[in-house]
C-alpha cells in the first residue's frame, strides 16, 4: 500500500512521534492506522493516548453548577480563537452549561431537540444556527455531561479561561467549605495531571492485559534486558505497570500539594475526612479540554510532512 504524506500526517498527530518513526510504522503495517500506533508504542516511540500539540480546536468549556449537588460541563466550538474570546459568544457558552444543568437529555441529539431555556419559542439548535447567522463562524455545540450526587455534593473547576473544565463528584455526609475546598483542589489535580479513572479498582481488565503487552514488548526492545529469565522480565512487566497506573488513577497519583512530597491522593481525602468527621469519598469525576481529538487547520505542518518525504 502506498503511504502517502497524509497518512504520515495523521499517525504523527495521533502519537506525537516523529515523522520519519511514523512513515516507517506505516510501512511495516501496510498502512493499518491502529497497528502503526500499536507498532509506535511497542517501540517506545509514542505514549498511550498521546496527543500532538496540533490536535486542537478553539471554543470554551464551561460549568454550570445548582446547589452544589448538580453540575454539567459543556464545550462549545469555534473555528477561531478571536470568536473564543469574543464575550457575545462566552455568553452563549454559559447559557448552554445553564441549559445542561437543567435536561434530562441522555444525548446531545435530544440536547440539541429540547426547547431553548432562553427563549422556549425555538430549540437549541435553532438558537445555535442563529447564534452562528450573527457571529458569522461556524460554531459546534459539541459534548455535556451532567453529573447528580445523590449523597453529597460535586465542586467544578474551570482552568485557563475556558481550556479546561473539571466536575468532582463526592459522597460525604459533611458538606463544609473545608470538605470543598479539599474537593476543588482535587479538580485543580485533575486538570493538571489528567488522570483517566478514580481508583485502580475502576480500572478494566482488558486495559491491563492490554498494556501488558505494550510493557513486554517495550522490555523486549530494552538492550539492558536482552537475555534476561522470563521470571524476570514478568516482575518488570507487573512493576512497570503498577507505576503506569498510579500515573492514571487519581486517588493512587501524589497530592500535588503534598507538603513531604509523597502523600497520595487517597491520604489527603482520608485525613480531610479524619479533620472535619466526615464520611468522604470520591465518587466520580468529568474532565473536558476544549478541542480533544479535533484537528485545528495547519497546511504548513502538511508541507513539512511531504517535503520531508522527498
Given at each position: 500500500m502506498a503511504i502517502t504524506a497524509a497518512m504520515v500526517k495523521e499517525l504523527r498527530e495521533m502519537t506525537g512521534a516523529g515523522i520519519m518513526d511514523c512513515k516507517k510504522a506505516l510501512n511495516e503495517t501496510n498502512g493499518n492506522m491502529d497497528e502503526a500506533v500499536e507498532y509506535l508504542r511497542k517501540n517506545g516511540q509514542a505514549k498511550a493516548e498521546k496527543k500532538a500539540s496540533r490536535i486542537a480546536a478553539e471554543g470554551l468549556c464551561r460549568i454550570a453548577v445548582k446547589n452544589d449537588t448538580v453540575a454539567a460541563v459543556v464545550e462549545v466550538n469555534s473555528e477561531t480563537d478571536f470568536v473564543a474570546k469574543n464575550?457575545?459568544?462566552?455568553?452563549?457558552v454559559e447559557a448552554v452549561a445553564e441549559q445542561a444543568v437543567a435536561s434530562d437529555a441522555a444525548d446531545m441529539d435530544a440536547f440539541m431537540a429540547e426547547?431553548?431555556?432562553?427563549?422556549?419559542?425555538?430549540?437549541?439548535?435553532?438558537?445555535?444556527?442563529?447564534?452562528?447567522?450573527?457571529?458569522g463562524e461556524n460554531l459546534n455545540i459539541r459534548r455535556f455531561e451532567k453529573v447528580v450526587a445523590e449523597n453529597g455534593c460535586v465542586v467544578s473547576y474551570v482552568h485557563g479561561g475556558g481550556r479546561i473544565g473539571v466536575i468532582v463528584e463526592a459522597a460525604t455526609d459533611v458538606v463544609n467549605d473545608a470538605v470543598k475546598e479539599a474537593l476543588t483542589n482535587l479538580a485543580m489535580q485533575i486538570a493538571a495531571l489528567n488522570p483517566k479513572y478514580v481508583s485502580t479498582e475502576d480500572v478494566p481488565e482488558d486495559y491491563k492485559e492490554h498494556e501488558k503487552v505494550i510493557i513486554a514488548e517495550q522490555i523486549k526492545n530494552d538492550p539492558k534486558m536482552a537475555g534476561k529469565?522470563?521470571?524476570?522480565?514478568?516482575?518488570?512487566?507487573?512493576?512497570?505497570?503498577?507505576?503506569?497506573l498510579k500515573e492514571v488513577c487519581l486517588l493512587e497519583q501524589v497530592y500535588v500539594k503534598a507538603e513531604d512530597g509523597k502523600q497520595t491522593v487517597g491520604a489527603y481525602i482520608a485525613q480531610v475526612a479524619k479533620d472535619?468527621?466526615?464520611?468522604?469519598?470520591?465518587?466520580?469525576?468529568?474532565?473536558?479540554?476544549?478541542?480533544?481529538?479535533?484537528?485545528?487547520?495547519?497546511?504548513?505542518f502538511a508541507a513539512e510532512v511531504a517535503a520531508q518525504l522527498g
Open positions: 464575550e457575545q459568544f462566552q455568553q452563549f426547547a431553548w431555556n432562553a427563549d422556549t419559542s425555538k430549540t437549541v439548535k435553532e438558537a445555535l444556527v442563529e447564534k452562528v447567522a450573527v457571529i529469565p522470563d521470571k524476570v522480565i514478568e516482575g518488570a512487566v507487573i512493576g512497570r505497570l503498577n507505576k503506569e472535619n468527621g466526615a464520611n468522604l469519598s470520591i465518587k466520580k469525576f468529568v474532565r473536558f479540554e476544549t478541542g480533544e481529538g479535533l484537528e485545528k487547520k495547519n497546511e504548513n
